[in-house]
């Protein structure tokens, strides 16, 4: 089968709601026709019910979480650890710690990535040491914990999931770099058969076949930046959904702003999906770009474009279309940021002595560090990445586009200030005007076109995460995006956050998951950081479970329509918002949501919908309630 490439058309897709069906390896309720005397389900709420504390914070104690209904116990990544801590979930207002789960046997020194549970049997994703060997995936029992088989897979296996028809599990091989960037394994997707547990075979679905189709793929949006990268080095899986014949995957490729499409029985990528950027100079599409000017702010900002760059991605399918839903989080390659000969002797002025380029790459700048009329020289030695400094001695802002906050020819002007957007971390690989060739055209200082100059000129800034959920049809096409939704209800006084729903999140807008009182902390870097997403589907409506990492809690829409979802509710059980959680982790409540499960009411322990979050700062497993509502 010969791959191909799709090229992006954001489109509205328009649907007609008839079934409803769960893709991949998430859980619903039942998924069957209600009966004739059964009411319709309109909406939900969410209650805190309980929760598991490891008691350590900031070291991801509790990252993935998975559920086995016939022993009723929830599994959880403790990548602190290495291993799996095995929860008795017979009483979800109190989990209790049952057993751990170790994989020394498969190999030493390895770090648990992620799970997935389906069927009595719990898979793990194994990554060595050092990450750019390949990894292993590894099947155990979730009733006796005992290894069924292992089979080795790529570099860094991030992610995993069963097909629902149980027959094959598939890992997303994330394939990051060393952090001098002098190894960068290939990115891949093994497909395992599950056919015998004792004799595991293993088909590995790589990019290889693209290699030649890279031109095309950054044409078409897809992002292959890595230095010296193939495609196939450069494309690095994060997540997979499964359709619901179990036929068809789609993988999450983060940082590269795309999804690939496999073909799951013949092991083969057949697409790579580029998901275009978001324009956030539209209304409706704006941010809070400042963590400095002291208030919520959140409003379009022409020529600022945000990476989807979705992490957690989960699928569901209507009317026999499936639509894949993305949490939009954001991610920026950084290797070598705390290798100080990366960035070069500090107090330099001479580009010679700009850093070495093979000690790393990091590709994120704060926007005044980008557009200053002096040049990159007063950076180096400090945040100045030595392949930018390579690039142009200076970058400037189209003032066609850039007027409105103060930027003239040759002069960002006030566009650099904290208070605009002087502090938002930005990308600069990407933006500033390129020939046919993909070469950068020059300027020189007064901001005139000029082949003798030494200046970027920027059309358009990319940012990190699109601070939203989003809706695509099955071949890449956006049918709906939250927009500003996210931030714009966070700051309203309709949202309370705490258990008992009695703290103004306005109060603490867009603060951090590590810090106390942190108002504004992450304006200026991806915001609330959507980070997981799951759906579940209730009667004749489907629901989508959004966590946000940073600002914290879970937000649910109502997504039976994929082209006009509703937000129906956001809980956020984070107690304490003043004090730095590190030293009050016994009232903190639940920081740095990483993974959400659903379990539906038919196996779960007490009879109700239940959702299980993993929070890797506070690290929690923190179980909340499901109420249905009814039409009368």
Not at 19 to 41: E, Q, R, Y
Not at 485 to 498: F, I, K, P, T
Request: charged residues 20%; contains cysteine; hydrophobic residues 40%.
């Amino acid at each position: 089968m010969k791959p191909s490439l799709s090229i992006f058309r954001p489109s509205l897709l328009a649907v007609s709601v008839s079934t409803i069906l769960l893709s991949g390896c998430l859980s619903s309720d039942n998924n069957s026709a209600p009966d004739a005397g059964t009411p319709a389900v309109t909406g939900l709420s969410l209650e805190y019910v309980g929760r598991y504390s490891s008691g350590v914070f900031g070291e991801s104690a509790a990252e993935i979480t998975g559920y086995d209904p016939a022993s009723r116990r929830a599994f959880v990544v403790n990548a602190l650890e290495g291993s799996l801590n095995v929860l008795d979930m017979s009483d979800p207002s109190a989990p209790t710690l049952l057993d751990t789960l170790t994989v020394g046997d498969i190999a030493n020194n390895a770090v648990v990535n992620s799970l997935a549970v389906q069927n009595g049997l719990v898979a793990v994703a194994i990554e060595s040491s050092p990450k750019t060997e390949p990894g292993f995936a590894a099947i155990y029992d979730a009733a006796t914990l005992s290894l069924r088989g292992s089979i080795g897979v790529g570099a860094q296996p991030d992610m995993l999931a069963f097909t629902p028809d149980g027959r094959y599990l598939l890992v997303a091989n994330e394939g990051e770099p060393s952090d001098d960037y002098q190894i960068d394994p290939e990115g891949s997707v093994s497909v395992i058969d599950l056919g015998d547990l004792d004799n595991l075979q293993v088909r590995t679905a790589d990019f290889t076949a693209f290699n030649d189709q890279r031109a095309e793929l950054m044409a078409a949006g897809v992002r292959v930046f890595g230095p010296d990268a193939s495609v196939a080095r450069d494309m690095e899986p994060e997540y997979i959904t499964v359709s619901a014949d179990s036929t068809t995957a789609w993988v999450a490729l983060q940082e590269n702003n795309a999804l690939a499409k496999v073909d799951i029985a013949a092991a083969i990528i057949t697409d790579i999906l580029p998901l275009g950027y978001k324009d956030h100079g539209l209304e409706g599409q704006g941010l809070d770009a400042s963590d400095s000017n002291g208030a919520i702010d959140i409003k379009p900002w022409p020529g600022i474009f945000g990476m989807y760059h979705p992490d957690a991605i989960t699928s569901y399918s209507i009317g026999g279309e499936t639509y894949i839903l993305t949490a939009n989080e954001g991610d920026a390659r950084a290797w070598g940021e705390d290798n100080p000969a990366y960035w070069g002797p500090e107090d330099s002025d001479d580009s010679a002595y700009g850093g070495d380029a093979n000690q790393g790459f990091v590709e994120e700048i704060r926007f005044k560090h980008l557009f200053n009329a002096n040049g990159f020289a007063r950076r180096l030695g400090d945040d100045m990445p030595p392949q930018l400094n390579a690039l142009a001695e200076g970058a400037l802002l189209n003032p066609d586009v850039f007027e409105y906050c103060g930027a003239s020819a040759g002069e960002p002007g006030d566009c650099r200030e904290d208070e605009q957007l002087g502090r938002l971390t930005v990308t600069w690989t990407m933006g500033y005007r390129t020939d046919d060739n993909g070469d950068p055209v020059m300027f020189n200082v007064s901001g005139a076109e000029d082949p003798a100059g030494d200046r970027l000129m920027y059309d358009k800034v990319y940012a990190f995460g699109g601070r939203s959920m989003a809706i695509w049809s099955a071949e890449g096409e956006l049918v709906w995006d939250s927009g500003d939704m996210v931030e714009q209800y966070l700051a309203s006084d309709a949202c309370l956050a705490g258990s008992q729903r009695d703290i103004p999140c306005a109060d603490f807008f867009n603060s951090n998951h590590s810090a106390g009182d942190s108002f504004l902390n992450r304006s200026d870097n991806k915001g609330p950081e959507p980070e997981a997403v799951t759906v579940a589907t209730f009667g004749e409506r489907a629901f989508a479970f959004l966590g946000l990492e940073r600002m914290g809690g879970v937000m649910v829409f109502d997504i039976t329509s994929p082209e006009s979802p509703t937000m129906v509710d956001y809980l956020n059980t984070r107690e304490e918002w003043v004090m730095d959680p590190e030293t009050n982790l016994a009232i903190a409540g639940d920081l740095g949501i990483e993974d959400i499960t659903v379990i539906p009411a038919d196996q779960s322990p007490n009879g109700d919908v239940l959702l299980l979050t993993g929070n890797e700062v506070s690290g929690t497993t923190a179980v909340y309630r499901v109420v249905l509502q009814y039409a009368e």
